[in-house]
């Protein structure tokens, strides 16, 4: 189809940008990962040209560019697991005294895995870059595009600022 045609192709991502941002925006929530993936998804169609079967282009670049954003929210989910448990590694030490304080230790990362898993999107985001990606209210508020106030808010709301 427009294998070798650099033209085309540009034609192509003009007339779909605004629909595969959309798709992925839809899953991801963050402009700023929703664009980077956006602009992924085109490099996965440009080199899956050559597997297209005619069978309804729109269609089709919704299903990878759907397909790439769960792949994406789900490598964040696994990072954000990544450096919890090494947080939580170095918070509670290596070292145990005996089994009943590992299975303690064990315990309370359960819970507090289980009480940020049930926070709404938005807190959770906030509380998790505060105390455990470290983030200063400046730097969440400019990834947010919200102000500061905003960061403040939403942790005091939680009871936790």
């Known amino acids: 189809m427009l294998e070798g045609n650099d033209h085309a192709f540009r034609l192509l991502v003009e007339k779909y940008r605004n629909d595969v941002f959309r798709t992925v925006f839809a899953v991801l929530r963050d402009e700023k990962e929703a664009e980077d993936a956006a602009q992924e998804v085109f490099m996965k169609i440009y080199t899956s040209l050559s597997r297209y079967e005619n069978q309804g282009f729109k269609t089709w670049i919704t299903r990878i560019a759907v397909n790439h954003a769960i792949d994406t929210k789900r490598k964040t989910a696994r990072r954000r697991e990544d450096i919890i448990e ?10 145990k005294d005996s089994i009943e304080n590992e299975l303690f230790d064990n ?7 289980d009480k940020l898993d049930e926070l709404p999107d938005n ?4 509380i998790y870059g505060f105390y455990i990606a470290e983030k200063s ?3 969440m508020a400019d990834e947010q595009n919200v102000q500061i106030k905003t960061i403040e808010t939403k942790l005091y709301r939680r009871g936790i600022g």
């Open 107 to 113: 315990d309370r990362r359960k819970q507090v895995r």
């Open 123 to 126: 807190y959770r985001d906030v």
């Open 86 to 95: 090494a947080i939580e590694q170095q918070a509670f030490g290596t070292s």
């Open 137 to 139: 209210y400046q730097q």
